[in-house]
């Protein structure tokens, strides 16, 4: 067993004692201690830790990065065949063209991580290039960018340049970032005998990651054609 003072984290320790784990995945919140590499003799429980509030907010900001997703894409074709003028073929072209290439920068944007930025600064570059794309989109659907021309072109600009290499760089970190948040080993909790291990933490950590996924894509694909219908709706000509 290391020295409580020890910071590092022995992994190979940590995964020899598996016959220590309990399924119990109550939360209890550790004081103010130092993270353990072991789990000590004295253990007679472990538990799930309190998730880290970084990773609440991975979790939230993945949540509106699904929503803002789904909630464009899922209306792009119709946009294109009824404000832009397109037949279905075109449109439905252009639209699995910009899904193509939001997954396969997720390969640039683990390259760009691994080799040069890192996970964070690589989520956070991407994430600030996703919202230039999406005020891009938004101001070339505007009345006036469509009467002048520039619909289109703001338009693929927007989708293949801004919002698919923002997601994908978000996408292909964000899920190992939110697991960072997470210090591996075994707090003492409050409780004698009782350890919060980090291997339980993060199985509540990516339940609520992945929740807010699908919740983030539900949420878009349900509200976004409610909004398109009623503006719609409200202009003479459009249905």
Same mark, same amino acid.
């Given at each position: 067993?290391?020295?409580? /003072?020890?910071?590092? =984290?022995?992994?190979?320790? $940590? #995964? ?22 072991? *789990?000590?003799?004295?253990? &007679?429980?472990?538990?799930?830790? @309190?998730?880290? !509030?970084?990773? !609440?907010?991975?979790?939230?900001? &993945?949540?509106?990065? @699904? %929503? ?5 894409? *899922? ?5 294109? $065949? +009824? ?15 910009? *899904? ?16 040069? !930025?890192?996970?964070? +600064? ?11 794309? *999406?005020?891009? %989109?938004?101001?070339?659907?505007? #009345? ?9 072109? /703001?338009? $693929? ?41 980090? @291997?339980?933490?993060?199985? /509540? =950590?990516? +339940?609520?990651?992945? !929740?807010? $996924?699908?919740?983030? #894509?539900?949420?878009?694909? #349900? ?5 398109? +219908? ?10």
């Amino acid at each position: 067993m290391s020295d409580a /003072g020890e910071k590092q =984290v022995d992994v190979s320790a $940590i #995964a020899a004692n598996n016959n220590h784990y309990d399924t119990d995945h109550d939360a209890e919140k550790p004081f103010d201690a130092q993270v353990l590499s072991e *789990l000590p003799l004295d253990a &007679e429980k472990t538990v799930a830790g @309190r998730v880290p !509030w970084s990773s !609440w907010l991975i979790v939230a900001t &993945e949540l509106c990065e @699904r %929503l803002a997703f789904y909630g464009a894409s *899922l209306i792009f074709v119709p946009y294109l $065949i +009824r404000e832009l003028g397109m037949d279905k073929a075109q449109a439905t072209a252009i639209n699995r063209g910009f *899904l193509f290439f939001a997954y396969f920068t997720a390969i640039v944007g683990a390259i760009i991580a691994d080799v040069k !930025w890192g996970k964070y +600064r690589t989520v956070l570059v991407f994430s600030i290039v996703y919202m230039i794309g *999406l005020i891009m %989109l938004s101001a070339s659907a505007s #009345a006036a960018s469509i009467t002048s021309g520039f619909g289109l072109p /703001g338009f $693929i600009i927007a989708t293949y340049v801004f919002m698919a290499c923002g997601t994908g760089g978000i996408k292909a970190n964000v899920s190992a970032f939110v697991a960072d948040q997470v210090i591996p080993g075994f707090t003492p909790t409050k409780t004698p005998g009782v350890y919060a291990d980090s @291997r339980l933490t993060l199985e /509540g =950590v990516f +339940r609520y990651f992945y !929740w807010a $996924i699908n919740v983030g #894509a539900v949420i878009g694909m #349900a509200v976004s054609p409610q909004i398109a +219908r009623n503006v719609n709706s409200d202009q003479p000509g459009k249905g």
